[in-house]
């Protein structure tokens, strides 16, 4: 069974143009999650999908952050204009269900993102 | 709210040698932890969780940790360090009407010397 997949790996972009995070979750996951980890910092939960629905967004940053889980699979995060303090790794997590009693979330190995 | 606080963001040690991460946490609510370790260019794995259930949680890899609500504590522990045990480690927490919302601690640097 493959893992949860991101992509890119690494990117570096300047200041106030846009990027693109890519996340595959294990297949039948409903569950989706993106978290991030600024340098130096703790991994912070961002948001959470059941299937295509956004079951919890309370830790997007702002209005510069737009995630999507079209058709209830793969998830796009996307920070548009990005600012210096938007670098950092992105992590995702994909669960079957919901709730620490049935799921464990399995994380992908992060996005790198520096922002010049 | 609920928080996690682990102390020491690098921790060394030796081959052979006890293996303890502390982490303590905040809650108003019952919680649910959780131990995730990272090995380089690689996820978040978890090692083990607290559920409720049994105190004192076996993990993988030889790890194990028990929760004490009066300390609120959730140390994670391993008798005999392996090199291969180096690693991040990170604490993590999470409450019923929060699912899968889970907060971290900042996270501990293991080093393994021979």
């Known amino acids: 069974e493959a893992g949860v997949t991101q992509f890119p790996s690494h990117s570096v972009i300047e200041k106030g143009q846009t990027v693109t995070l890519r996340c595959d979750p294990i297949s039948g996951h409903d569950n989706l999650y993106w978290y991030r980890r600024v340098m130096g910092k703790e991994i912070k939960f961002l948001l959470h999908?059941?299937?295509?629905?956004?079951?919890?967004e309370s830790g997007m940053p702002n209005n510069r952050f737009l995630a999507e889980r079209t058709g209830g699979t793969y998830s796009t995060l996307k920070v548009q204009p990005a600012e210096l303090e938007d670098s950092g790794v992105y992590f995702c997590a994909s669960s079957r269900g919901q709730g620490p009693l049935q799921e464990t979330q399995y994380f992908g190995p992060g996005t790198r993102l520096l922002v010049l | 709210a609920q928080s996690v606080t682990q102390l020491g963001s690098h921790v060394s040690v030796s081959e052979g040698a006890l293996v303890l991460l502390r982490c303590n946490y905040s809650s108003s609510v019952p919680p649910y932890l959780f131990w995730y370790v990272q090995y380089p260019n690689q996820g978040l794995q978890l090692l083990l969780k607290y559920t409720s259930a049994a105190t004192l949680v076996k993990g993988i890899n030889g790890f194990e940790a028990e929760f004490k609500k009066s300390e609120t504590s959730f140390h994670l522990t391993k008798p005999s360090a392996h090199m291969s045990d180096a690693a991040e480690y990170f604490c993590a927490v999470t409450v019923t009407d929060s699912w899968g919302k889970l907060q971290f601690g900042a996270g501990t640097q293991v080093v393994v010397t021979p």
């Open positions: 999908f059941v299937k295509e629905s956004k079951q919890d």
